[in-house]
């Protein structure tokens, strides 16, 4: 029960089509079993529903527009209204090729703006609705989910510039209000066998799974296979929890090595 009588606004709470659980679905799941309440927040209330179903009472699914300021500030209302305090910010939204992304030489003013609006101004309006009352509280913690991707070679062009510019902003807050006592963190997931990470691409590629699957699989260093939900929520659930109450403006990979071999020699 680590996040007994804890508040948690849990942004991207569902999940998009796939064979296995998603970053977002598993966070609110680990959330909730260690004694968390939690506004489970999605543009799709059906999908948020469905993790609240999962989670148990304690969580309540709200509809919410990352695109839309102004839906974020209802989902931190509906918390303050359900609860009276704010204790975990999460941000678990991102698109990539599902937004139109594309190389530096292909991508069009529409998909940059797309992937910008959903990767990193709708964290940075979460952020900017919660962080008053945690101020107020004098206690806090904010993590969002960025990737490997902002620092390792990454074909497309929106997904990597939004993704390093989350662990820059991250840094900011973490800086800012240390001494308001609210921690700011941020996860760089791996090649993750989720929703996002393999079944969007069988479906933007039409290749089968077995395929993408193998092919991400092949890329990780540690055991040669891709992590899991699971695994975000764990690390999520740690830097969440008060076991890392000295721990604050930190990128945490979640990647099984990948990070540990840029600049070295590929293996055959």
Request: charged share 20%; with cysteine; aromatic share 4%.
């Amino acid at each position: 029960m680590r996040l007994a009588g804890k508040i948690a606004v849990i942004i991207g709470a569902g999940q998009s089509p796939g064979e296995t659980i998603g970053n977002g679905r598993a966070t609110v799941l680990r959330f909730a079993q260690e004694g968390a309440k939690i506004l489970a927040v999605d543009r799709s209330l059906d999908s948020a529903r469905e993790t609240a179903a999962m989670a148990g009472p304690d969580c309540i699914p709200f509809q919410a527009d990352v695109r839309r300021s102004s839906e974020l500030a209802a989902a931190v209302a509906e918390a303050m209204r359900l609860w009276g305090r704010i204790d975990i910010l999460h941000y678990n939204v991102g698109i990539s090729i599902a937004g139109g992304d594309d190389t530096p030489t292909e991508i069009t003013e529409d998909a940059f703006d797309l992937v910008s609006a959903v990767n990193i101004r709708g964290a940075v309006m979460a952020a900017k609705h919660v962080l008053p009352i945690m101020i107020a509280q004098q206690s806090g913690v904010i993590l969002m989910i960025s990737s490997v991707s902002a620092i390792e070679m990454y074909p497309f062009v929106a997904y990597k510039a939004t993704k390093a510019a989350m662990i820059a902003y991250v840094q900011q807050l973490a800086i800012t209000y240390a001494a308001d006592g609210v921690r700011a963190n941020v996860i760089l997931p791996g090649l993750m066998d989720t929703p996002m990470g393999t079944d969007t691409r069988v479906r933007v590629t039409g290749k089968p799974r077995s395929e993408i699957e193998a092919e991400r699989n092949a890329r990780v260093p540690l055991r040669h296979h891709q992590g899991s939900g699971w695994d975000i929520a764990n690390a999520a659930l740690f830097l969440a929890s008060d076991e890392a109450n000295f721990i604050t403006g930190v990128a945490l990979p979640v990647d099984g090595g990948q990070l540990v071999q840029i600049g070295k020699p590929r293996q055959n």
